[in-house]
């Protein structure tokens, strides 16, 4: 066991294991590791990181304000805490948060609620975060709307799958005959449709909170769109905020063997030959962290899946990563994991204090089996010679959660250095955007050809259009009655449609 191999911080009562880390493998240059340091440095100084948008990149910021490089920035992020600190967001007797967002907006409240919910809280979180009707139909009934605060996030204020939530929650106030603006607090950027709406004299809303451009929704969590659910639901939000910080500063140190964040990226690197090859299997051995893997889902393969490196050069980069929890996972895909396709790196993650001691068979408890499962795996997974690397903290408590979240993301902007992409833009989910514009531009143009003559998706959808795509919305305009479909009995192409009686 070697210093390169273990690392191990007292302060934070943090462990970084890579006893069983990659074997040999590519490595980056001492200079590229140099480099990548020194762009993390430029970065939190307020260089512009996310080259193709000229912007900087503050999440960074968010955890300590005094690192921002002008005092706008500061007064910005320290409104929130100011607010936070004032007082009650809401009258005690509501016992609900229901939060109206999507992508980074969601998961990371989501992840806190898993990991910090417990019976005593003052207020229970449910979201809404997809455009799916039965779902929210599902949501909005099963709780006490006359007891519940709105968290309306959204940073451009128009997100569709926001919007739509937010529009279906205003219709259930409504039917209620209660008043939504008394209810509703937004957290968008500034100047936005939402930020207008919440700032309406006729009705305005609870509060505002800002999100800025300088922050993404993957790197959010530390800023209103966590601080703010954290605060309602009687989470510690600034034990959290602690966490994050105190890992940001070990992670900021420029010798790799000290710095457990550029550790697990050169560990990414090496596993995956600087290209990828390898998953990243999340298995936090913990139910409290069982959202760890979605969550770091979003942030790793939406951060360093990219087409193009910063030069311009194809590179198809990415991480793909996936996970649920330990000893679960044990009984799903570990099977392929150890003895099938070699294309995985495990990451453990634990917490040396495990809650309550239950006992069980022979003098053992719960908890005894619990490591004994994580240790069992890392070590048959060992036989097989399939890396793995462990990562230890305390507890699932705020302080180590922000920890957590914080050697995550600082890992993910160093590896993208490594590989020389920007981790601070997402032309693809851009992409999925304005294909779903065409979608419904397409979708109001075949409700207006519908007529009573039955036609197929063709000649309904005009000459250039996708018939594919064309064929597939009627049946959609079909199963919601608005359109008619006429069934054939040849290929699906000869379907006809035509409008309702």
């Known amino acids: 066991m070697t210093r390169a191999q273990i690392y191990r911080e007292p302060q934070l009562d943090f462990v970084l294991d890579l006893i069983d880390g990659p074997k040999g493998g590519t490595r980056p240059t001492a200079e590229t590791v140099a480099r990548a340091h020194r762009a993390m440095v430029e970065l939190e100084a307020g260089a512009v990181a996310n080259m193709d948008e000229g912007r900087r990149v503050g999440h960074y910021w968010l955890r300590d304000s005094s690192l921002a490089p002008d005092p706008q920035l500061r007064a910005a992020i320290d409104y929130t805490h100011e607010v936070l600190d004032a007082g009650p967001l809401a009258p005690s007797s509501w016992n609900t948060v229901l939060l109206v967002g999507i992508g980074g907006s969601a998961l ?23 455009t799916d009707p039965e779902g929210m139909a599902a949501t909005l009934g099963g709780i006490d709307l006359a007891r519940t605060v709105v968290l309306v996030v959204s940073k451009s204020g128009g997100t569709p799958e926001t919007r739509n939530g937010m529009l279906a929650t205003q219709a259930a106030y409504r039917d209620a005959g209660l008043p939504f603006h008394e209810h509703a607090i937004a957290i968008t950027g500034p100047g936005s449709k939402l930020d207008r709406l919440a ?94 893997g979605k969550y770091l889902q979003q942030l ?49 993650i634990d917490t040396r204090l495990q809650g309550p001691r239950v006992p069980v068979d022979d003098g053992f408890f719960a908890d005894d089996h619990l490591v004994g499962f994580l240790l069992g795996t ?30 995550f993301e600082r890992a993910v902007g160093f590896y993208a250095e490594l590989v020389d992409i920007n981790a601070y833009h997402q032309p693809g989910v851009e992409g999925g955007k304005r294909g779903a514009k065409v979608a419904l531009s397409l979708l109001q143009s075949l409700k207006d050809a519908l007529d009573d003559a039955p036609r ?46």
């Open 108 to 130: 990371g409240p989501q992840f806190l609620a898993r990991a910090l919910a417990s019976r005593s809280d003052p207020r229970t979180l449910h979201c809404l975060d997809n």
């Open 199 to 292: 700032r309406d004299p006729a009705a305005p809303w609870r509060q505002v909170f800002g999100i800025y451009d300088w922050v993404g929704g993957r790197t959010s969590v530390t800023g209103p769109v966590g601080l703010v659910p954290m605060a309602l639901c009687g989470w510690d939000w600034r034990a959290f905020l602690d966490g994050a910080r105190a890992m940001d500063a070990v992670t900021r140190r420029p010798e790799a063997h000290e710095n457990p964040a550029m550790q697990l990226a050169l560990a990414w690197f090496a596993a995956g030959e600087g290209r990828g090859d390898r998953a990243l299997v999340m298995l936090p051995y913990r139910d409290r962290l069982a959202l760890l």
């Open 300 to 348: 790793i393969m939406e951060s360093i899946g990219k087409r193009l490196d910063r030069s311009g050069a194809l590179v198809e980069q990415g991480l793909v990563v996936y996970g649920n929890k330990g000893s679960t996972d044990q009984h799903a895909y570990v099977q392929q994991v150890r003895d099938g396709r070699n294309d995985t790196f495990v990451h453990f």
């Open 378 to 407: 890392r070590a048959a997974l060992r036989e097989r010679g399939r890396p793995t690397v462990s990562i230890q903290v305390r507890d699932a408590s705020a302080r180590s959660v922000g920890q957590l979240v914080a050697l």
């Open 456 to 501: 197929t998706a063709a000649e309904l959808g005009g000459e250039g259009t996708d018939v594919w795509m064309s064929w597939r919305l009627l049946h959609h305009l079909a199963a919601t009655g608005r359109a008619i479909s006429h069934g054939a009995s040849g290929p699906p192409v000869d379907d006809r449609f035509s409008r309702p009686s």
